[in-house]
């Protein structure tokens, strides 16, 4: 399995981007999706998450200018972000949590997209 990050970019404060996450390879199911973020010097955060029965989870930090969505026929999940601050800046993972048959389940890694949000 492996997902792939894209939609990074340099934007300026108060403006947006959508990032999205593909997975590929032996799927059975996906039942969790995410996004987490890491700044330099920092631990790595969590941003947003939504399930399979669409509920979503945002850190407080994001909540009202971020938005996570997910396309269950494509196994793509998007991140629309907007209002975007300087203390958004961070490098974005792509997270979930993907059955590979019945009985086996694990958290996958995408490698990461840079977001730049300048002043």
């Known amino acids: 399995v492996q997902l792939q990050a894209s939609g990074g970019g340099l934007v300026q404060a108060g403006g947006s981007l959508r990032l999205s996450c593909a997975a590929s390879g032996n799927i059975f199911r996906i039942s969790k999706m995410g996004w987490y973020r890491q700044a330099p010097g920092k631990q790595r955060d969590l941003v947003a998450v939504?399930?399979?029965?669409?509920?979503?989870t945002y850190a407080d930090s994001v909540k009202g200018r971020f938005t996570i969505s997910r396309d269950n026929a494509e196994n793509t999940w998007f991140l629309q972000m907007s209002s975007l601050k300087p203390e958004d800046t961070a490098v974005y993972y792509c997270?979930?949590?993907?059955?590979?048959?019945?009985?086996?389940?694990?958290?996958?890694w995408g490698k990461g997209t840079q977001v730049t949000v300048s002043s």
């Open positions: 997270n979930a949590n993907i059955k590979t048959s019945v009985y086996y389940a694990q958290d996958y």
């Open positions: 939504i399930t399979s029965g669409s509920s979503t």
